[in-house]
């Protein structure tokens, strides 16, 4: 075992605060990472928060943090896939069985025995995981992912959750050349979402309840921008979507852009509202349409995205700033004052 610096929180009112976690050393299956970048995510803060204790309870100290960008700093014996000092990236999972069905497709996400990055059973050890927000981490090679080499890397490491949730039913959907394609909420995952659908080369709308949001959403690649309470404006995109993806995590009624939908179109949901959705069933039957949700990617397809990242030099737009400031950094998120993720130096916990 190793010692590494750390910021965790003690309970669920506790403040993040410095301190140390034991990594175990690499088997030989391992690959160690010294941590430079890990991106902050609102599960984050849901987690820390025991916000989600109905299905994902915290056990505490919590250490969170699950958008990693490194370097390989040590390989065990039998790693193929990676040598010391390549650049490597760590998402949401890093174990899974390996057996099941899900698995054996490429959907790890899926799998029933999966283990997250942090807050999660580890097989290793009798606690739990621990994430991100830390100097080091040790992974299984399966389950970690090689960087293109041309990306910013603070901007590299939000691609690891906010990047693969938009990308992941983009992909599933076939989205294509030519089509139509709306993005509703222009937060940490729809932004990165207008990135995607611009680079497929789609009409792309963003649909926000935010006026002021209009340059923005031009200048990431949006070609329309339309204020979702002016009832003219979008009824005009009535029945015209190949595929809209929904990022919103507000209560809001989904039927509004159901019907913006052509024949055979698809709303895949992305954000998760606390309270449940009303779903019209002619909003669905009427046109063939269809409404489903989607949770980040496997590790093929979150390979895949990072290289068309690098294809197309895509990476999130973050603030960085050091760990010290994560605190306010979450004070911040949930006043939705960040364009559009944070980004932590993790060289500051040297400080």
Aim: hydrophobic share 35%.
């Amino acid at each position: 075992m190793s010692k590494a610096k750390a910021y965790s929180a003690t309970s669920a009112t506790s403040p993040m605060a410095a301190t140390t976690i034991q990594r175990r050393e690499p088997t030989e299956q391992d690959v160690e990472i010294e941590i430079l970048f890990c991106g902050i995510c609102h599960s984050d803060l849901h987690s820390v928060r025991n916000e989600w204790s109905e299905f994902m309870p915290t056990v505490y100290p919590i250490v969170p943090g699950h958008e990693i960008v490194g370097l390989v700093t040590k390989v065990g014996s039998s790693v193929t896939k990676f040598k010391t000092g390549d650049l490597a990236a760590v998402g949401c999972l890093v174990d899974s069985d390996g057996t099941c069905a899900e698995c054996k497709a490429g959907l790890e996400q899926y799998c029933p025995n999966l283990t997250f990055t942090f807050n999660s059973p580890d097989k290793h050890s009798r606690g739990v995981t621990y994430g991100g927000y830390s100097e080091s981490i040790v992974v299984d090679q399966r389950f970690v992912l090689r960087v293109p080499t041309n990306l910013s890397l603070p901007g590299t490491a939000p691609l690891l959750c906010a990047g693969i949730t938009t990308y992941s039913p983009m992909r599933r959907w076939n989205v294509s050349k030519g089509q139509k394609v709306g993005v509703v909420g222009l937060g940490g995952l729809g932004h990165m979402a207008v990135k995607f659908a611009h680079a497929l080369d789609t009409h792309v709308v963003v649909f926000t309840t935010s006026p002021k949001k209009k340059e923005d959403a031009l200048r990431l690649g949006a070609d329309e921008v339309v204020v979702s309470s002016n009832t003219s404006d979008m009824q005009k995109h009535a029945d015209s979507f190949d595929f809209i993806i929904d990022a919103v995590s507000a209560d809001h009624d989904v039927n509004v852009y159901l019907s913006l939908l052509r024949r055979d179109g698809n709303l895949t949901i992305v954000g998760a509202p606390s309270k449940p959705l009303g779903v019209s069933a002619f909003s669905l039957i009427a046109r063939r349409r269809s409404f489903s949700g989607s949770s980040i990617g496997g590790i093929p397809e979150t390979q895949e995205m990072l290289d068309f990242c690098g294809k197309h030099n895509i990476t999130a737009d973050v603030e960085v700033i050091p760990i010290q400031k994560v605190n306010e950094a979450y004070d911040r998120l949930l006043k939705s004052d960040v364009k559009y993720r944070f980004s932590i130096d993790m060289s500051s916990l040297k400080g």
